[in-house]
Structure formats: C-alpha cells, structure tokens
C-alpha cells in the first residue's frame, strides 16, 4: 500500500496540531500568567497595574474572536494613543499561537 502525499501531509498537519495544544498550558505559564495569573482573572501584580480584563468573565470573552486573540497574542495590543498595552508573544509559531486560543477560551467560568 503506498501513501499519498496528501495523506501524509494531512497525518503530519494534524500530530503538528495535537502537539501544539498539548504545550499551551506550558506556553500559557511561560508568556501569560505574569499578567493574565495562572486562572486568567488578572489578579496579578503587573495584571492590576495594567487593569487587566478579567478572562474569566464570560462578556469579556464575547468582546473579541479568536482571531482578535490570536492577533493579539501575534501583534501586541496598542491603546488608543499607540500605548503598548500587551506586547506580542516571541518566539512561538503560528500554530502554537493558535493552539493557545482554546486554552484561553477555557478559561471562561
């Protein structure tokens, strides 16, 4: 039996996949929880000089997509006047980037 390209391909997309979400809770301890805490709420020192929302909280998770989420955590988030409130996240790759949304979706009690 020989193996399509595609369907390895496809076979190596989805382990890459799995792999990636497996290390979000890694990712999110390493890049995250200075200011977002362990639980999302932002109860953390840098979080509250920051007023971070609460991602715990239902209506804050509704005010953005998982698009906004993967951009930010990709881009940094700038305030009105072009203040750097959040600074993108170095040295993941995209996949692990997006791997990290669903972990922060479940935050939400």
Request: aromatic share 4%.
């Amino acid at each position: 039996m020989t193996t399509t390209p595609r369907l390895l391909t496809l076979v190596l997309a989805a382990t890459a996949v799995s792999t990636c979400g497996a290390d979000a809770p890694a990712h999110w301890q390493e890049h995250c929880a200075k200011c977002h805490g362990d639980d999302g709420k932002g109860d953390t020192k840098m979080g509250k000089k920051l007023s971070i929302a609460d991602l715990t909280d239902a209506t804050v998770q509704a005010k953005f997509t998982d698009e906004q989420a993967f951009t930010a955590m990709k881009s940094g988030v700038t305030d009105a006047k072009g203040k750097t409130t959040m600074k993108a996240i170095e040295g993941l790759s995209d996949a692990q980037l997006k791997a990290l949304v669903p972990y922060l979706r479940a935050l939400k009690k």
